[in-house]
């Protein structure tokens, strides 16, 4: 295993930092007791909040294009 | 423990009532934080030219400074808040129950402002989704700043899920208790809500915060922010394992600090006595003295192991830091407030809340000073010629300034905001004080769960409502959670 093959990133981010979310809906999903009503409802909102930050972020500095550069 | 019953009515009462203190309050926020988005503005207008921070070859090398010491800072004190709430709910920290949402709360308004702080210290913000974005891939694969920012959005996208999970509960029993104007905006929270979901999201927070505990402290303030400096060979006051530990003890004095700060504003404006006891104070000055002296310690390791025989470099950067008047102030300040809390603890009748809230004031003035001068040292004192001839020395600007006062109003600000539209205090902390009173199980964690307390004997988290009903319905039923808390202690999650 060198950098070059296998930089670090890849394994901190997807290997290590990337855990505790899996950990989280593997639970979510997989544990007891359970609904898919409302797992739905956590994962809905899990990555429409992922969406709403960088959708707002996005927003946010194309009005500051707009008015500045 | 304080005698008087908190009731849900006490909870809400910043929903309904607006004091001249409150007005007062969000005015001056206001228009600070106009003021600073003006200084931003022309920041922007004018360009990076406007602040002291220089490019090679100037100013003493610094391209980070001020900037990115508050961005550090502010995410240190994000980190409280949730911890502390993911410990209430893991480990059955119930103290500190009261003030696990205002913890929440004070994770993502902090966590926005150090996200402010990257567009600020941009040249051109306006670029920063169009680039970070379509390079992801590449950049992920070596790039510190590119995991920065995706454990930042993972932290901020976990707590903003947990409180809104864990709002649901709330809203649904408080619905006939707040103001007419918000229900709109309840009706959109609770929407399909059944009383049957409370278990269900119990045991998902649960996951949550597990996921919590890891990421924040672990992976974000004692991993990829160290990183953005320890990875750094050619700086050798940046360079070194120890700033993982260094920066995560940084993170947990900050973050106690602001929690402290809050809780004491809230319990004087809302008459909160009751809720937020002393004993809750008592509490976090412990943690505050044990993480302070975490903090003291790794600062000890970082001086001996550089100034006996680390090499020229390092020997130079840490005794121009160490005979920095910053430097001697911050550690100054964290001596004397460890003196308080040793004191406080030797002696309990030393300890008030105001000194307290004085020790908070003086460990947050500390955290911020001595991670700007860590920024600014580490880049006047590096380990290659490129910096040999550069002249001059750093020292922010008015504007850069401005930009510390402009987002801690902007920060207040926000909580002035939230305190009008959902309650700082979990329903289950009244819950579980009106429990208490009864003869419930409260007492088997009272006055256990601070550094060198005894082990609690009970703890699990707090079990949902059977029903959604009113509240003195639910607390008439005696064996709502005395029973079913500590079955769910033992239960598969």
New interface residues.
């Given amino acids: 295993m060198t950098w070059e093959s296998i930089p670090p990133g890849v394994w901190v981010i997807f290997g290590v930092v990337g855990l505790p979310v899996y950990a989280a809906f593997l639970g979510w999903f997989l544990g007891k007791p359970r609904n898919i009503k409302t797992t739905a409802l956590g994962s809905v909102l899990f990555l429409g909040l992922v969406t709403a930050l960088w959708g707002g972020l996005f927003a946010t500095t194309m009005v500051i294009r707009l008015i500045f550069f | 423990m304080a005698t008087k019953e908190s009731t849900p009515d006490d909870i809400v009462r910043p929903l309904n009532n607006t004091s001249k203190w409150w007005y007062i309050a969000f005015g001056v926020t206001a228009a600070i934080s106009l003021a600073w988005l003006t200084i931003y503005?022309y920041q922007?207008?004018r360009g990076l030219a406007v602040t002291n921070l220089s490019d090679w070859g100037s100013g003493g090398g610094v391209t980070w400074g001020l900037y990115i010491g508050a961005f550090i800072w502010w995410v240190g004190i994000a980190h409280g808040g949730i911890i502390l709430s993911a410990a209430v709910r893991l480990f059955g920290m119930k103290k500190y129950q009261p003030v696990a949402r205002v913890a929440e709360l004070l994770t993502i308004a902090a966590l926005a402002m150090a996200?402010l702080y990257i567009?600020v210290h941009m040249g051109?913000?306006?670029?920063?989704?169009?680039s970070v974005?379509p390079s992801y891939p590449w950049?992920?694969?070596?790039?510190p700043l590119?995991?920065d920012i995706?454990?930042i959005?993972?932290y901020?996208?976990?707590t903003?899920?947990y409180l809104?999970?864990t709002i649901r509960y709330d809203a649904a029993r408080l619905g006939d208790k707040i103001p007419w104007y918000l229900t709109p905006l309840y009706s959109v929270i609770t929407i399909?809500y059944t009383k049957?979901?409370d278990?269900?999201?119990e045991?998902?927070v649960?996951?949550?915060a597990?996921?919590?505990i890891?990421?924040a402290p672990l992976?974000l303030h004692g991993?990829?922010i160290p990183w953005l400096f320890s990875v750094l060979g050619s700086m050798p006051g940046w360079q070194g394992a120890v700033q993982g530990p260094q920066f995560l003890s940084i993170a947990l004095t900050s973050a106690i600090s602001g929690v402290i700060i809050i809780s004491f504003l809230l319990r004087r404006a809302y008459d909160w006595e009751h809720i937020i006891t002393e004993d809750v104070f008592r509490g976090l000055t412990m943690w505050l003295g044990l993480f302070g002296l975490l903090f003291v310690w790794l600062q000890l390791q970082q001086v001996i192991n550089a100034v006996y025989a680390a090499g020229v470099s390092a020997e130079r950067v840490m005794l121009a830091t160490i005979s920095h008047p910053v430097y001697i102030m911050a550690i100054g300040l964290m001596l004397v407030v460890l003196g308080y809390i040793f004191a406080q603890a030797v002696k309990p009748s030393v300890f008030s809340i105001p000194r307290s809230l004085i020790a908070a004031l003086a460990v947050l003035w500390a955290t911020l000073t001595e991670k700007i001068l860590f920024v600014v040292e580490g880049l006047q004192y590096p380990d290659f010629s490129l910096y040999g001839g550069v002249p001059g020395a750093y020292f922010p600007s008015f504007v850069e300034m401005s930009s510390v006062v402009g987002t801690i109003a902007l920060c207040t600000l926000i909580f002035l905001v939230i305190l009008k539209v959902i309650p700082v205090v979990e329903l289950h902390a009244v819950e579980e004080h009106a429990h208490g009173e009864e003869g419930g199980h409260s007492e088997t964690t009272h006055d256990t769960d601070e550094p060198g307390g005894a082990v609690a004997t009970d703890g699990g988290p707090t079990a949902a409502a059977d029903t959604v009903q009113t509240y003195d319905e639910e607390v008439s039923t005696t064996d709502h959670d005395a029973g079913t808390g500590s079955d769910r202690e033992v239960t598969?999650?």
């Fill in positions: 503005g922007l207008d996200g567009l051109r913000p306006d670029r920063v989704v169009t974005l950049t992920v694969q070596t790039s590119a995991w995706t454990v959005t993972l901020f996208v976990m903003a899920t809104g999970l399909g049957a979901e278990e269900i999201v045991r998902m649960w996951w949550l597990l996921g919590i890891v990421m992976l991993g990829v598969d999650r």
